[in-house]
């Protein structure tokens, strides 16, 4: 099975174009003001307008408020929702849209039980543990922490570049791969070169 890759916080055009054209199959928007790869509406939606098809848009949240998603989804098309955030499970479901949810592992993670908690999620998106950060931070947590037996897809995140991806892959075996600062020139700025070297050795590990 190939795994699937995110290419996570696209900001510009040119980065969308680059994506897809060396096969990601999804791409994340970040709304989240905080982060250095945070997008308006209007910027989000002009660029998913671009996409061309079968090609994933996800909207990524961090303790957003209700309103605040209501709104980027009236105005952008979504097919995922990715929350990075302190989050219940009705929180995450109220929506009525597939979505995903991050989890900051550290040896006391204890991800069956996020699993079992969040058993509406089409999966867990698992990122390195930094006090304060809720993600992209760049960093890697030990792999061996996910359980072999946990029910759900893992998307694993946290400090991939095209020089770890192929180990990750082999070692964790995940349904999906997410980079962003992994695959960037600055924050918020993707390198085409490095985000066809990610997707090209992810997909040949698998």
Same mark, same amino acid.
């Given at each position: 099975?190939?795994?699937?890759?995110?290419?996570?916080?696209?900001?510009?055009?040119?980065?969308?174009?680059?994506?897809?054209?060396? @096969?990601? #199959?999804?791409?994340?928007?970040?709304?989240?003001?905080?982060?250095?790869?945070?997008?308006?509406?209007?910027?989000?939606?002009?660029?998913?307008?671009?996409?061309?098809?079968?090609?994933?848009?996800?909207?990524?949240?961090?303790?957003?408020?209700?309103?605040?998603?209501? *709104?980027?989804?009236?105005?952008? =098309? /979504?097919? /995922?929702?990715?929350?990075?955030?302190?989050?219940? =499970?009705?929180?995450?479901?109220?929506?009525?849209?597939?979505?995903?949810?991050?989890?900051?592992?550290?040896?006391?993670?204890?991800?069956?039980?996020?699993?079992?908690?969040?058993?509406?999620?089409? @999966? /867990?998106?698992? #990122?390195?543990?930094?006090?304060?950060?809720?993600?992209?931070? @760049?960093?890697?947590?030990?792999?061996?922490?996910?359980?072999?037996?946990?029910? %759900?897809?893992?998307?694993? *995140? @946290?400090?991939?570049?095209?020089?770890?991806?192929? #180990?990750?892959?082999?070692?964790?075996?995940?349904?999906?791969? #997410?980079?962003? *600062?992994?695959?960037?020139?600055?924050?918020?700025? %993707?390198?085409?070169?490095?985000?066809?070297?990610?997707?090209?050795?992810? %997909?040949?590990? *698998?």
């Amino acid at each position: 099975m190939a795994v699937r890759v995110k290419i996570c916080g696209i900001t510009r055009l040119q980065d969308l174009h680059a994506a897809c054209k060396a @096969g990601a #199959d999804a791409l994340g928007f970040v709304f989240y003001e905080k982060s250095p790869r945070h997008l308006t509406i209007a910027a989000a939606a002009a660029l998913v307008r671009e996409l061309p098809p079968f090609v994933q848009t996800v909207g990524l949240f961090v303790d957003a408020e209700p309103a605040f998603i209501e *709104s980027v989804l009236q105005a952008v =098309p /979504l097919d /995922l929702l990715q929350f990075h955030g302190d989050e219940t =499970p009705a929180d995450c479901a109220r929506f009525g849209r597939p979505y995903i949810k991050a989890v900051r592992v550290n040896r006391d993670t204890d991800l069956l039980k996020y699993a079992a908690d969040f058993d509406t999620a089409r @999966g /867990l998106l698992l #990122d390195a543990y930094v006090p304060g950060v809720p993600g992209g931070t @760049g960093e890697c947590f030990d792999w061996s922490l996910i359980p072999s037996n946990l029910p %759900k897809p893992v998307i694993l *995140s @946290g400090g991939l570049t095209p020089d770890n991806v192929a #180990d990750a892959v082999q070692q964790v075996r995940p349904w999906a791969v #997410d980079v962003s *600062s992994g695959v960037e020139v600055t924050k918020g700025i %993707k390198d085409a070169q490095k985000v066809a070297q990610f997707i090209a050795k992810a %997909k040949e590990a *698998s």
